[in-house]
């Protein structure tokens, strides 16, 4: 009697893992410790300002993680870098420091396929505009960029942002140029593209060396995403059906 009860107590949990795998559960993902297939995956992309440079690494994310977490998201920052101080926990992201359009361009389709983000926050133009790169054309590589994520990840919420200021005069009328555009840019892309104003939130004042912000400057900048991102619900939300990517589970810290 106990053997043919213990007998069907497995073939039951057989059933029950089976059923869990057809479901999506039972993976890999879900078998980490502080890891959840809910977590929203979320691309910071640019260059040495989502990096943080040597002012303040981490730059904007740390602010902005600390707001997302008060708010009772989970999400995943997610890139092929990472820095950042302890406490920012999650440090991954995709801000190349020195890095033009057409440099992201060459390289945004293996990044996306590899972190697979729910939303992506685009903030890139600044060493186009400092190395006098064909600034003219600027706003249109950034338009070809764009049409290429959307390629790639046609669900993902795309938040475009403009270029903070800079305090020199030749730099900054270059700036206010391309910010004009971005607008225009981005109206063309669909619903899931979203400018994001970050021009408008910062000065001078809030710059460390002239072009990369202050901690203070940073700050600024996390509440102006965090807004952007709170006015889109579905930038926070999984997309349904897809979970975590396996490699990212081994190299991120809970919490």
Request: net charge negative.
């Amino acid at each position: 009697m106990e053997t043919s009860l213990s007998r069907r107590m497995a073939m039951l949990g057989c059933a029950a893992a089976v059923t869990g795998l057809a479901l999506g559960r039972g993976t890999a993902v879900a078998a980490v410790p502080g890891q959840s297939p809910s977590r929203v995956r979320v691309m910071p992309l640019g260059d040495s300002i989502t990096d943080g440079f040597k002012y303040y690494p981490g730059g904007y994310r740390v602010e902005l993680r600390r707001r997302l977490v008060a708010d009772g998201h989970a999400l995943d920052f997610v890139g092929s870098l990472a820095n950042g101080p302890v406490e920012l926990g999650d440090r991954d992201h995709e801000g190349h420091i020195g890095w033009r359009i057409d440099q992201l361009d060459a390289e945004i389709d293996s990044w996306l396929q590899q972190s697979d983000p729910r939303t992506i926050m685009l903030l890139i133009g600044t060493n186009d505009l400092n190395q006098n790169h064909d600034t003219a054309d600027a706003p249109a590589r950034l338009s070809a960029l764009i049409d290429h994520i959307r390629a790639v990840k046609p669900q993902c919420e795309l938040f475009v942002a403009t270029l903070p200021p800079q305090s020199n005069a030749v730099l900054e009328s270059r700036v206010r140029a391309y910010n004009a555009e971005i607008p225009h840019v981005v109206a063309q892309k669909g619903p899931h593209t979203h400018l994001v104003r970050i021009y408008d939130a910062l000065t001078i004042n809030d710059l460390a060396d002239g072009i990369h912000p202050t901690e203070e400057g940073f700050r600024k900048m996390a509440a102006v995403w965090h807004g952007a991102l709170r006015a889109v619900p579905r930038s926070l939300a999984p997309i349904p059906g897809i979970s975590a990517i396996p490699h990212a589970i081994t190299t991120k810290e809970a919490g």
